[in-house]
């Protein structure tokens, strides 16, 4: 009985927990703003964070184009976005699915975007998978996280500088902390851990994001990049945990982790609000502009890994 009532408990306190925090980050979410008239793309929208921002910044009136691997998957998760904001919608803004295979840098039906592009989110990520490589031999968390969002960037950099002002959003994360970019096995040929190399491509995000910053100094494109938090996706489908342990997970990723909709919010925030219009170069969490560490400000490191990277995607022969 003392166990069972511990329990309760503690399942109410969790709840109250979760209620109130819920209620905190909703009185700070992001501004009401208009996206009518403007051309989103956000790749890994099929699931997670990129189809929370995907269904609010259609609600938002934006045109939104959903970047995923499997075209399956991209129309599903396109009609069910269209079904879930119908009601809020004048229906004068639209869902497409854009076919991307991320994890090969092979980019379709770009023409669909054309004549402009307002804002990409560089969303789509691999999360501590096993030792793996794209079809184009590189390692699949730098090759998906770093470089197929690096080549598709640099692939609609023409569309967004005459559609400007635009914006380029690119998600990173906290780890970044724990990552170093080791320009001698950047392809983790020689050796590869699965955190550390997760570390590296996020931190690749960030130097990434600085030096773009660099290059478009005006031209009225603005990029910036962002950490969402702890968020509640499939993004950690291949971590290992003990089926025993299962329940708890849950019950502790159900009371403090963020929901997708939570997790989005600085996402969305940079690719809508006029806070940020013309800051670039800066690093975000929370919907607030925050510090970085020394090594994720090196330019010169940032110069070295944008030239390697036009030479891995082809770019630069």
């Known amino acids: 009985a003392a166990a069972t009532a511990l329990a309760l408990g503690g399942g109410l306190l969790l709840a109250a927990w979760r209620w109130l925090r819920g209620v905190v980050r909703a009185t700070g979410a992001v501004a009401e703003a208009s996206m009518r008239g403007k051309t989103v793309i956000i790749t890994g929208a099929n699931s997670g964070l990129g189809r929370a921002a995907a269904a609010e910044l259609l609600r938002m009136q934006a045109r939104v184009i959903m970047g995923c691997r499997d075209r399956a998957r991209a129309e599903r998760a396109a009609q069910s976005t269209r079904n879930s904001i119908a009601h809020q919608s004048d229906g004068l803004c639209a869902v497409l699915s854009m076919v991307m295979v991320a994890a090969c840098l092979t980019l379709i ?77 950047l392809n983790s040929e020689i050796s590869y851990n699965k955190s550390f190399c997760y570390s590296r491509s996020k931190l690749a995000n960030i ?21 969402p938090g702890i968020v509640r996706t499939n993004l950690g489908r291949y971590v290992n945990i003990p089926l025993l342990a299962k329940p708890l997970f849950n019950l502790v990723s159900w009371a403090f982790f963020k929901t997708p909709l939570e997790g989005a919010q600085t996402s969305i925030y940079l690719a809508s609000s006029p806070d940020v219009e013309g800051v670039s170069g800066k690093y975000f969490g929370d919907c607030k502009e925050e510090e970085l560490l020394p090594k994720a400000m090196d330019d010169l490191v940032a110069r070295k890994l944008w030239d390697i990277s036009e030479v891995m995607v082809g770019l630069l022969k």
């Open 109 to 185: 039906t770009l023409l669909q975007i054309k004549p402009r592009l307002d804002v990409l989110i560089n969303n789509a990520g691999v999360f501590q998978c096993p030792y793996m490589k794209t079809e184009d031999g590189f390692e699949m968390q730098f090759g998906v996280n770093h470089l197929g969002h690096f080549l598709l960037t640099n692939l609609l950099l023409g569309l967004l500088k005459n559609s400007a002002p635009s914006r380029i959003v690119v998600v990173s994360s906290k780890l970044y902390k724990y990552g170093e970019i080791n320009f001698e096995d």
């Open 207 to 227: 130097l990434f994001a600085r030096e773009l910053a660099r290059r478009l100094e005006g031209t009225g494109v603005t990029v910036n990049s962002l950490h």
